[in-house]
């Protein structure tokens, strides 16, 4: 009699740069037999903002922070620059994917041009949609573009087994209209 092999299973050793492998048994010996499994490569998670990118002098915006292609996270750690003469953060709160465990500095040890918002939690996230917004006052006097750099932490960005989670960021451009009085 030949082997009797049973399904493959995934032994969950895919990288973000390599697909990883997939084991199967035989049913009537035991043996082993481990093959690549393809298509498994990790995707990197893509922060972005879905924001128009219009705002008008002197009004408070709503600006959505997303994440796409996650192939999950247990924490994170964005940063977010920005020109304090255009814009000055006034919170950060809840998306439709994130429901506790947000953290900002605004209030606290912020340095003026900068902040941090940080999640982690004791299970892994990996939906895709809005992780949480920003609301922020557009100076009275800004006009013009104005960019919004994102960065994150490597080392407080992590899966479930605390590896490293590469994650690829995407500035937020504002076009900042000057407020006309009619």
């Given at each position: 009699?030949?082997?009797?092999?049973?399904?493959?299973?995934?032994?969950?050793?895919?990288?973000?740069?390599?697909?990883?492998?997939?084991?199967?048994l035989c049913n009537r010996c035991g043996k082993k037999e481990t093959v690549?499994?393809?298509?498994?490569?990790?995707?990197?998670?893509?922060?972005y903002s879905d924001f128009s990118g219009i705002a008008n002098a002197g009004?408070?915006?709503?600006?959505?922070?997303?994440?796409?292609?996650?192939?999950?996270?247990?924490?994170?750690?964005?940063?977010?620059?920005?020109?304090?003469?255009?814009?000055?953060?006034?919170?950060?709160?809840?998306?439709?994917?994130?429901?506790?465990?947000?953290?900002?500095?605004?209030?606290?040890?912020?340095?003026?041009?900068?902040?941090?918002?940080?999640?982690?939690?004791?299970?892994?996230?990996?939906?895709?949609?809005?992780?949480?917004?920003?609301?922020?006052?557009?100076?009275?006097?800004?006009?013009?573009?104005?960019?919004?750099?994102?960065?994150?932490?490597?080392?407080?960005?992590?899966?479930?087994?605390?590896?490293?989670?590469?994650?690829?960021?995407?500035?937020?451009?504002?076009?900042?209209?000057?407020k006309r009085s009619f």
């Amino acid at each position: 009699l030949g082997h009797s092999w049973g399904e493959y299973v995934s032994n969950n050793d895919a990288t973000y740069e390599n697909d990883g492998t997939k084991t199967r048994l035989c049913n009537r010996c035991g043996k082993k037999e481990t093959v690549e499994d393809l298509g498994s490569k990790l995707t990197v998670p893509e922060i972005y903002s879905d924001f128009s990118g219009i705002a008008n002098a002197g009004e408070t915006i709503n600006i959505p922070i997303c994440v796409k292609n996650n192939s999950g996270f247990m924490g994170i750690m964005l940063e977010f620059e920005y020109d304090p003469t255009v814009l000055t953060p006034i919170s950060v709160e809840y998306g439709d994917v994130i429901a506790s465990g947000l953290q900002d500095n605004i209030e606290g040890d912020a340095k003026e041009g900068s902040f941090k918002v940080y999640w982690a939690d004791s299970e892994t996230f990996n939906s895709n949609g809005t992780m949480f917004y920003i609301n922020a006052y557009i100076n009275s006097s800004a006009v013009g573009d104005s960019i919004i750099d994102i960065s994150y932490s490597q080392s407080d960005t992590f899966n479930v087994n605390f590896n490293d989670v590469p994650i690829i960021c995407n500035d937020i451009l504002l076009n900042i209209l000057h407020k006309r009085s009619f």
